[in-house]
């Protein structure tokens, strides 16, 4: 349910971004942050893990960082290639959906690097769109922003990474599994 909430909440924050509402933006971004610590913590809490819920959260996250990055770029806040570094890696895992199926897998399981690299795109964000204050909130917040954005997208690279070896790794042990009972 709380997933729910947080993909609701994700075109209600494109188009306060959009129009330029930037606290309450920020607000529906810091309610969306939450709310995804706190569907994790309810979720092993109350060991309420579903499968339904480790596609939605991740997918909830993903949906976040690309509506957030596309309505800074509109708006002239971060440059187009961040968009592209960003989507071009959930392109790759995208791609890699198909082929773990083919062999009898399921989405992989998210890493710490790859909830990292997912945090700290989060968290500079709202520092990106603070960075627009001309005052010295604007220019602390650009500084720490983008070395939040930096370390997000390293970090968020270096999880694709990880993913791409894990599904080559389960495709070369399901082809020598195959190859051995043949």
Known sequence: MVSMLR???VPVFAVLIVSGED????IVLAV??????LDGYLARRLNQV???GQVLDPAADRLFILVTLVGLLWRGVVPWWVLALVVLRDVLLACLAPVLARHGYGPLAV?????AGTFAL???FPLLLLAEDPGPVGTVSHAVGWAFAW???GLYWLAGWHYLVQTRRLVHQDRERREGTA
């Open 7 to 9: 993909l609701a909440l």
């Open 23 to 26: 606290v309450w933006a920020l």
């Open 32 to 37: 969306s942050g939450a709310s995804d610590w």
């Open 50 to 52: 579903t499968k339904l």
């Open 111 to 115: 890493t710490v690097v790859g909830k």
């Open 122 to 124: 989060l968290y500079a």
């Open 151 to 153: 370390w997000g997208i």
